[in-house]
């Protein structure tokens, strides 16, 4: 079993940076695609940004140009840097795996809040 656990999430203003983190408890190299996914309030879990272990990222399009995606195979993390966040950007966000496959493998999720 694959444990992922995220970190760095808060209360941030419009405007300000944040930086998940999520540490996986397996070597990422296991991993074919690893990504991010928010979930607000009243709203369907989704996207937010993936890279895959040999590729290039793929952005949802409200985040692109403000957020960015990174994996350390070295270090079994993935990441995201968040930057000119916006209130709609508050929400619940989850680290995902999903190995050669095709099993997924989910994070306890950490919150992020945007607000003045």
């Known amino acids: 079993q694959v444990q992922l656990v995220e970190s760095g999430g808060g209360l941030v203003q419009p405007g300000g940076s944040l930086r998940l983190s999520c540490a996986a408890s397996?070597?990422?190299?296991?991993?074919?695609?690893m990504g991010w996914y928010r979930q607000a309030p009243g709203k369907q879990r989704e996207l937010v940004a993936d890279?895959?272990?040999?590729?290039?990222?793929n952005y949802a399009d409200s985040v692109k140009g403000r957020f960015t995606i990174s994996r350390d195979n070295d270090k079994n993390m993935l990441y995201l840097q968040m930057n000119s966040l916006i209130p709609e950007d508050t929400a619940v966000y989850y680290c995902?795996?999903?190995?050669?496959?095709?099993?997924?493998?989910w994070g306890q999720g950490t919150q992020v809040t945007v607000s003045s």
């Open positions: 995902n795996s999903r190995d050669w496959v095709d099993r997924d493998y």
């Open positions: 397996r070597s990422t190299r296991n991993f074919r695609v």
């Open positions: 890279i895959p272990r040999n590729g290039r990222a």
